[in-house]
C-alpha cells in the first residue's frame, strides 16, 4: 500500500488570528481508504480539508508549519492547479459548483481549462457521467436538476479531472435522506471499484459510517480519535461535539446490561444479526 | 392558528408545487414537515407569512387572510427562517442584521441592545458581532439566520432545515430553543431531512410528497409507517428499522429511540 497523504507536525493558524487552529496534526492515509472525518463546528476539519489541495497556504495564506505531502507532492511547493489535478472537491451546496448552461459542459470545464484534446475531453465526459449515472442528462441544464442530481454531475466534473483524492464536505446537506443514502453507495462505489481515496466531512454519523474504513474525529485543532468506526464507537463521542448513532447508543445500553460486543454495528443488518444471538 | 384550505400553488413557470393542501397549526404545537426533495414543503411555509399568497384556496393566520396583509405586519406574528441563509442577510454586521427586526419593529434602544446581547450569546455568535455575515461558516451562518428571528419572538417559529452543518451540541442548543417557543405556548414548524432530529423532538409529522399531504400524525405512528415513509423518499429511523428487523410484530408503533426499543427487548435478554 502505498500512501496518499503524509502530515508530519502539522500547525496552521490564519492570517490575523492570534491562534493556532491546527495543532500537531499527524496523520498518514493510505491509497484506496476510505476516511469519515468529524468533530464539533470549528474544530479544524475544514482548515486540515483546505490543506489538503493546497487552498492552504496558498489561497488562504496564513502560517503553515510541518510538513504535508499529497499524492507525492509538497504541498506548500506546489501551486494549487497542479494540487487540484490530484484532489477533487465537493461542498455542500452544488449550486455553487455548476455554473454552466449544460451538464456535459460543467463536466467538461476543467478539462478544457487544462487543454486537454477534445477527443479525450468526450471519453472522460463520457465515462465521469456514467459512472455517476447521469448519461442521460448530459444536455440537461444543471437548474433543472434535483438537489442529488446536481451533486452526482459536481462529482462527475472533480472525476473527470482523474484525481487520486476526493474530498467530500456535507455534501448530503441539502439532500433527502434516500437520496443522500444514493449519494453515499455511489461514493462507496467509486471507493471499491476505482480504488479512490475518499475523505468525506461529516457531522452525521448514522448513514455514512458503515462505508468508512476508518473515522477521524477532530477537537479543538487536534485529532483526538483514529481508527476503526466499529471500534471507535465505544469512545463517548459526545464529549468533542460529535453525535452518537442511535444504533450505537441502543448497543451502549446492552453493555450496561452486561453484554460486550468488540465490534459495534454500524448498519442495522449487523445490529440485528448481532442482537439476534442475545435475545430468545 | 395557522389554518391552510384547500390551497394550490403554481410558479409563474406554471410548476405547480402545491395540489390542494389542507392543514391547522395550533399555537403550542410542534409541527415537522417532511418529505422529498421538491416535495413542496418550502413552498408551503412561505404561504405562512404572506411570502406566497394560493393560486387557489385561502391561508388564514389568527383568522385573517394573508392575502389581506403585507409580509411585514405577517412577519411580527410569523418568523420564518430560511433554508439559505444567504439569501436573509443584508446588513454589514452580524449585531446590525440580529436588531434589523426589532428596529423596524419599532423597539426601544436599550430593549434592542439587551435582547441582541442575550440571542447572540445564545447562539455561540457573541464573538462575530462586529463581522459581517458573509464571513461566517455555512453552520455559524445557519445560527444568525435563526437567531434574527427568535429575537423578535414571533408567536409562530418557522424553520426550513434548521440542523444543516450543525453539530451535536449545537443541535442540542436548537432543540432548547424550539422547546422554550413551545413552553412559551407558540408553535414551531420545522422543515427538515434529519430523522434523527425528528425523533429527539418527537412531534406530529406532516409527510408531503408531489405536491399533497400524503401524512399528517404524531411521530410515534408516522415514523414507525414504513410503507408511507418509502413513498415520502424517507428511510425509518435507525431504531425503527432495527426493530422491524428483529421483531416479528406488525405494528412498530412508539418505537422511535434507543430507549423504546430497550424497554421491549430487556424481557427477551438471554441471561449468560
Known amino acids: ?244 448513532p442511535r444504533l450505537i447508543r441502543f448497543f451502549r445500553q446492552l453493555e450496561k446490561e452486561g453484554y460486550s460486543f468488540d465490534r459495534l454495528p454500524l448498519s442495522t443488518e449487523e445490529a440485528s444479526t448481532l442482537l439476534r444471538r442475545i435475545i430468545s | 392558528m395557522i389554518e391552510v384550505v384547500d390551497v394550490y400553488y403554481s410558479y409563474p413557470n406554471g410548476f405547480t408545487a402545491l395540489k390542494g393542501v389542507s392543514l391547522t397549526i395550533d399555537r403550542g404545537e410542534c409541527v415537522a414537515i417532511m418529505g422529498e426533495n421538491g416535495a413542496g414543503k418550502t413552498t408551503l411555509i412561505k404561504h405562512f407569512n404572506g411570502l406566497l399568497k394560493p393560486t387557489k384556496g385561502v391561508v388564514l393566520v389568527d383568522g385573517d387572510n394573508t392575502r389581506d396583509l403585507s409580509v411585514a405586519q405577517l412577519s411580527r406574528k410569523v418568523g420564518l427562517v430560511f433554508q439559505n441563509p444567504d439569501h436573509q442577510f443584508f446588513s454589514e454586521t452580524v449585531e446590525d442584521e440580529v436588531a434589523f427586526a426589532l428596529k423596524n419593529f419599532g423597539f426601544q434602544e436599550d430593549e434592542i441592545k439587551r435582547r441582541v446581547d442575550q440571542v447572540l450569546e445564545r447562539m455561540g455568535l457573541k464573538q462575530y458581532r462586529q463581522s459581517s455575515p458573509f464571513n461566517l461558516s455555512g453552520g455559524e451562518k445557519k445560527r444568525l439566520a435563526i437567531a434574527s428571528v427568535i429575537v423578535f419572538n414571533p408567536d409562530y417559529l418557522i424553520l426550513d432545515e434548521p440542523t444543516i452543518g450543525q453539530d451535536y451540541l449545537q443541535k442540542c442548543e436548537i432543540i432548547n430553543i424550539i422547546r422554550s417557543f413551545l413552553r412559551e405556548g407558540k408553535a414551531v414548524v420545522i422543515v427538515t431531512h434529519d430523522l434523527e432530529f425528528v425523533v429527539d423532538l418527537k412531534p406530529r409529522v406532516v409527510l408531503m410528497s408531489q405536491g399533497k399531504i400524503i401524512l399528517d400524525d404524531y411521530a410515534d405512528r408516522a415514523l414507525t409507517n414504513l410503507k408511507i415513509l418509502d413513498d415520502a423518499s424517507l428511510l425509518p429511523p435507525q431504531i425503527t428499522e432495527l426493530a422491524y428487523r428483529i421483531l416479528n410484530s406488525p405494528s412498530l408503533e412508539g418505537i422511535l429511540d434507543e430507549h423504546d426499543l430497550m424497554e421491549i427487548v430487556k424481557p427477551l435478554l438471554k441471561r449468560g
Not at chain 1, 456535459?104 to 459512472?131: M, T
Request: proline share 3%; hydrophobic share 40%; aromatic share 8%.
Open chain 1, 1 to 244: 500500500m502505498s500512501k496518499v497523504i503524509e502530515v508530519k507536525g502539522l500547525y496552521y493558524r490564519y492570517d490575523g488570528m492570534d491562534e493556532d487552529v491546527l495543532l500537531n496534526i499527524n496523520l498518514e492515509i493510505e491509497r484506496g481508504e476510505f476516511v469519515l472525518l468529524t468533530g464539533a463546528s470549528g474544530c479544524g476539519k475544514t482548515t486540515l480539508c483546505r490543506c489538503f489541495n493546497g487552498l492552504i497556504p496558498h489561497f488562504y495564506g496564513g502560517d503553515l508549519r510541518g510538513e504535508i505531502q499529497v499524492a507525492g507532492f509538497d504541498v506548500k511547493k506546489t501551486p494549487i492547479h497542479k494540487m487540484a489535478l490530484k484532489v477533487g472537491f465537493i461542498f455542500q451546496n452544488p449550486d455553487s459548483q455548476l455554473f454552466s448552461l449544460t451538464v456535459e459542459r460543467d463536466v467538461a470545464f476543467g478539462l478544457e481549462n487544462l487543454g486537454v484534446e477534445r477527443e479525450e475531453i468526450k471519453r472522460r465526459v463520457d465515462w465521469a457521467l456514467e459512472v455517476v449515472g447521469m448519461k442521460e442528462y448530459r444536455h440537461s441544464a444543471p437548474y433543472e436538476l434535483s438537489g442529488g442530481q446536481k451533486q452526482r454531475v459536481a462529482i462527475a466534473s472533480v472525476l473527470a479531472m482523474n484525481p487520486e483524492i476526493i474530498v467530500l464536505d456535507e455534501p448530503t446537506a441539502y439532500l433527502d435522506p434516500k437520496t443522500s443514502l444514493k449519494i453515499f453507495q455511489l461514493l462507496d462505489d467509486l471507493n471499491q471499484k476505482l480504488g479512490l481515496t475518499v475523505i468525506l466531512v461529516e457531522h452525521r454519523l448514522d448513514l455514512a459510517s458503515r462505508y468508512a474504513s476508518r473515522l477521524i474525529v477532530m477537537s479543538r485543532g487536534r485529532i483526538v480519535l483514529d481508527g476503526d468506526p466499529a471500534t471507535l464507537f465505544h469512545h463517548k463521542l459526545e464529549e468533542y461535539g460529535v453525535s452518537t
